[in-house]
Antibody, heavy 122, light 109 residues
Framework: QMQLQESGPGLVKPSETLSLTCNVS??????????WGWIRQPPGTGLQWIGS???????YYNPSLKSRVAMSVDTSKSQFSLKLSSVSAADSAVYYC??????????????WGKGTTVTVSS | EIVLTQSPGTLSLSPGERATLSCRAS???????LAWYQHKPGQAPRLLIYGASSRASGIADRFNGSGSGTDFTLTISRLEPEDFAVYYC??????????FGQGTKLEIK
């Protein structure tokens, strides 16, 4: 059974870069037609899709975050990563990684991690 | 960007009752590309429904999705104690960004 696990610092200073990694177990990240992505949930608000990446490196990003987001994938380690630059308090959230299933740029999330809380504060 | 509005915000019901959750889109969702998720505190969200009405693997048949265009519904026919959670809809019919509704909290009455 596939499992995803997020990891990374729980506290990031304003203006710095948030870096998270998602470790994938129970399956290969480098096969199939899945994308791998990130979703976040700020306190008291709903879910916001951040972006996704294919094992080849092709990406989709949320236009509202695109200028600050970079994703990468390491198939040898079965991991993919998120970097969000120039963070502010508004970026404090629970960050989830998820496998994206679908095709043609249209994906839903069929396997999720449990999430990791990131707080932006000095 | 398609905005999804879920109603009600909170639904108070008893085990054994029927739950009806609504998700309305600001514009038509292409090819009914709409999914529903269940989320419990501290747990990973769980996919329930995709393609508006297809049940995900391992999901009990008391969960049913329906609807098309701009109006979608998740129905839980007979509530079990483990069904009390927050439910989100998500559209993936348009080019990214994929968007989610704000959620419906299903609580025990």
């Amino acid at each position: 059974q596939m499992q995803l696990q997020e990891s990374g610092p729980g506290l990031v200073k304003p203006s710095e870069t948030l870096s998270l990694t998602c470790n994938v177990s129970g399956g290969s990240i480098g096969t199939g037609s899945f994308y791998w992505g990130w979703i976040r949930q700020p306190p008291g608000t709903g879910l916001q899709w951040i972006g996704s990446i294919f094992y080849s490196g092709n990406t989709y990003y949320n236009p509202s975050l695109k200028s600050r987001v970079a994703m990468s994938v390491d198939t040898s380690k079965s991991q993919f990563s998120l970097k969000l630059s120039s963070v502010s308090a508004a970026d404090s959230a629970v960050y989830y990684c998820a496998r994206h299933r679908g095709s043609g740029g249209r994906y839903y999330m069929d396997v999720w991690g449990k999430g990791t809380t990131v707080t932006v504060s000095s | 960007e398609i905005v999804l509005t879920q109603s009600p915000g909170t639904l108070s019901l008893s085990p054994g009752e029927r739950a009806t959750l609504s998700c309305r889109a600001s514009q038509s969702v292409s090819t009914n590309y709409l999914a529903w998720y269940q989320h419990k505190p501290g747990q990973a969200p769980r996919l329930l429904i995709y393609g508006a009405s297809s049940r995900a693997s391992g999901i009990a048949d008391r969960f049913n999705g329906s609807g098309s265009g701009t109006d979608f519904t998740l129905t839980i026919s007979r509530l079990e104690p483990e069904d009390f959670a927050v439910y989100y809809c998500q559209q993936y019919g348009s080019s990214p960004p994929y968007t989610f509704g704000q959620g419906t909290k299903l609580e025990i009455k």
